[in-house]
Each structure stands twice: as C-alpha cells, then as structure tokens.
C-alpha cells in the first residue's frame, strides 16, 4: 500500500462543473501538506498548500483532516485549462516529500 | 521571477554509459532535492542536500551519487546506466524556513539506449 494514495482518474467533467479530489496519507508523523498540478511531460507546479484551517485561492479550496488523515481539494466552475494531473504531496521533515500518483482531470467543453 | 534551472533537459545514452546532471537552484534557495519520474509514475524521491550536506535519502540506486557544492548547486551522477534509468529526473529547490515549500526545475529527460 502507497504511503499517500489517491483516486488516478480519469476524471471527466464538462466545463463550469465544480469537482473534488480526496488523497490519504498513512503516515501520521506527516508535517506539511500541498497540492501540486502536472501538465503531460512538464514540472509539477505548486497549486497550494493545506493548512489545517483549510484554505482557498480563487475557485481552488483545499482542506485538511488530521483525524481521518485526508486532504482534498475542490474546484470550481472548472476551465479547459484545469485540464491536468493533480498531484498530493506529503511532507515528512523538512526535507522529504511524498508523492501521491496523482489524479487525472479532464474539463471538456 | 528565476526558477530552478536544469541541464541539459535531454539526454541519451547507451547501457553502461555514466550521465551526469545540473541542477541551479531557485536564488537564495539553500536546499536541493533530486526526484526520478518514470512513465505513467509518480515522482520518486532519490536524495536531498541542504548547505551542501545530504539532508534525506530515498530510492537512490547505488549506481547514482550526488552533491551539492559552495554556489549551491547540485550535480547528479548516474553510472552503468540501465534501461530502466529511462526517466524524467525533476531537481527542486526550497528555502530552509519556509516549512520546505518545493519548487521544481522543468526537468532533464534521460533515455538509455
């Protein structure tokens, strides 16, 4: 079993659609948590980072469960251009991140 | 704004053969980290420096040793390459203190041969 795990996908939803991703992690000791975008063969981007407060940045919303050790985010009105691979990562320390294996999105018009 | 800067961003090589690559980090940036990304994979952690010391190790094969040096750069060294070596190889750097916030470098795509 994958230390951080998520839901591959393919998830399809047409264009303005509101859609959410969930990722667990297994590992308590866990300290930081983000959500990062990949387009095909390029770098993952930082969306955001999670905060156990939860936080949003424009139509993009994350939350954080500590108890349950879930994160998700939750798009809105979804564009063309969301159109990616969103990857959840799991900080353990300062220094060592663990990937989930991503989830794919595809907003079609 | 400067991001990570990658060398080259692609490579071939035969079996056997050793590869080395560059990683500029982000300015200010004291802490490098290397990742393996095989096709349809999520990225792997290989190994991390920060202050030119190695701060965390992960998967990282034996064949493969890095650095980083004074400037703060890193340098990947990957020796009697496998087919299974093919991979993109992501460097990312972050600032110590700002909870390890990880930025990526777009990058260098190895293919052996």
């Known amino acids: 079993r994958k230390e951080v795990e998520q839901d591959p996908g393919p998830f399809n939803v047409p264009e303005g659609a509101t859609v959410a991703f969930n990722c667990t992690y297994s590992n308590s000791a866990s300290q930081s948590f983000f959500w990062y975008r990949q387009d095909c063969r390029k770098e993952p981007k930082l969306l955001m980072s999670v905060y156990s407060s939860g936080n949003e940045d424009g139509r993009f919303t994350a939350q954080l469960n500590r108890a349950s050790q879930y994160i998700s985010l939750l798009i809105r009105d979804s564009k063309l251009s969301d159109s990616a691979t969103y990857l959840c990562?799991?900080?353990?320390?300062?220094?060592?991140?663990?990937f989930g294996t991503g989830t794919r999105l595809k907003v079609l018009a | 704004a400067a991001g990570v800067i990658q060398s080259p961003r692609h490579l071939i090589k035969e079996k056997r053969e050793t590869a080395t690559l560059k990683c500029y980090p982000i300015?200010?940036?004291?802490?490098v980290y290397w990742y393996q990304q095989g096709p349809g994979q999520d990225p792997q952690f290989l190994i991390s420096f920060y202050e030119k010391m190695q701060s965390d190790k992960g998967s990282i094969p034996d064949r493969f040793s890095a650095q980083q040096f004074s400037d703060y750069h890193s340098e990947l060294n990957m020796s009697s390459l496998e087919l299974g070596d093919s991979a993109l190889y992501f460097c990312?750097?972050?600032?110590?203190?700002?909870?390890?916030?990880?930025?990526f470098g777009p990058g260098t795509r190895l293919t052996v041969l």
């Open positions: 300015p200010r940036h004291d802490t």
């Open positions: 990312a750097s972050s600032p110590s203190g700002q909870g390890g916030t990880q930025y």
């Open positions: 990562v799991v900080g353990r320390g300062t220094y060592k991140y663990i």
